[in-house]
Structure formats: C-alpha cells, structure tokens
C-alpha cells in the first residue's frame, strides 16, 4: 500500500538563500498524514556505526516552534530477496499502533511524476503459531457454575 512520498524541495531561508532538501508526507492509515523530511547521516556518524541509517527521518518543525529537532525513524540500504532490485527500508517509531513502530519502504517512482521515492507499508504476516489459548469445550469439575446465587440483581455490583 502506498502510504506517502519523498521529493526535493526547497524553501527561502530568512537570509534569501534557496535551501534544498528531501521532504514529504506519510500518511499511515487511521492517522493523521505526517509532514516529515530526510536528513543525511552525517560521515562521521556512519563511521563509528555500521549500523546507523543513512537517513534520519524527522518532523517539520511548526512555526515558531523552539525545541529540539524531533527525529522519528531511520533508512537503511537494502537490496530485493532475488538481487535485482535497490531501495531503502526503515521504520518510523510511534506510540499510535502496536508495537511501536511502522516498517516502510522507500522505492524510486516507476513513472516520472516529480517524486523522489514513493513510501510503501505492507501489513505484517499473521503469525500462524499464536500464542493465544484455545478456547476449551468443557468444564472443569471444581468450577463453580451454580447460577441460581446470581438470579438477584443485587448480588452483581456490576
């Protein structure tokens, strides 16, 4: 499923100066779209961490906010099962769903439309070894289920 993109952009800095950058929006399902951009891992960073992204992704900065820049994934390299094909995965982290965090895929766009990756998200597998029990068919003979004492309403405080 496509949930977003990623495209060069630019923006005039109080000084004049054109800025480049990479921006765009994700838009998880059931959430609101986030407007985010990518930020190079510096060199450095990459040298002492192998396993450091090579992209940060973080939150645009609201109007006059003063905080901390908000950085809310990674990018990482990666290379198809079969070889073929390069693209970049990574995730988002967020308290919003399950687990805590969004895995996306970043792949250039097949057809020429402006864009510099297009983000996809795919549902995780099911798990066919749940760990939930089985519901069971019969009753234990040391459980309770007299349910003459409960005919009175009073005696349920629910």
């Known amino acids: 499923m496509n949930i977003g993109y990623f495209k060069n952009q630019t923006f005039k ?3 004049g ?3 480049k950058f990479i921006g765009g929006m994700i ?8 407007e985010c951009g990518l930020i190079p891992t510096p060199d450095e960073e990459l040298a002492k961490n192998q396993n450091a992204p090579i992209y940060k992704i973080v939150l645009f900065k609201p109007k006059n906010y003063k905080g901390a820049r908000q950085i809310i994934g990674g990018i990482w390299n990666a ?13 988002i982290e967020t308290p919003l769903v399950a687990g805590g ?3 996306l895929a970043l792949f250039t766009p ?3 439309n402006g864009l510099m990756f297009e983000a996809t998200w795919s ?11 089985q519901a069971s068919t019969t ?6 289920i007299d349910a003459d004492k409960y005919d009175n309403d009073e005696t349920i405080p629910f």
């Open 79 to 91: 290379v198809s099962n079969d070889g073929k094909t390069n693209y970049f995965r990574g995730h």
């Open 139 to 144: 009753i234990d003979d040391d459980v309770d």
């Open 27 to 34: 838009n998880i399902p059931f959430l609101r779209p986030i």
């Open 101 to 103: 965090r969004v895995y």
């Open 123 to 133: 549902a995780p597998k099911r798990n066919n070894n749940s760990h939930t029990p």
């Open 110 to 112: 097949k057809e020429p």
């Open 13 to 15: 800095a109080q000084d």
């Open 17 to 19: 100066k054109e800025v």
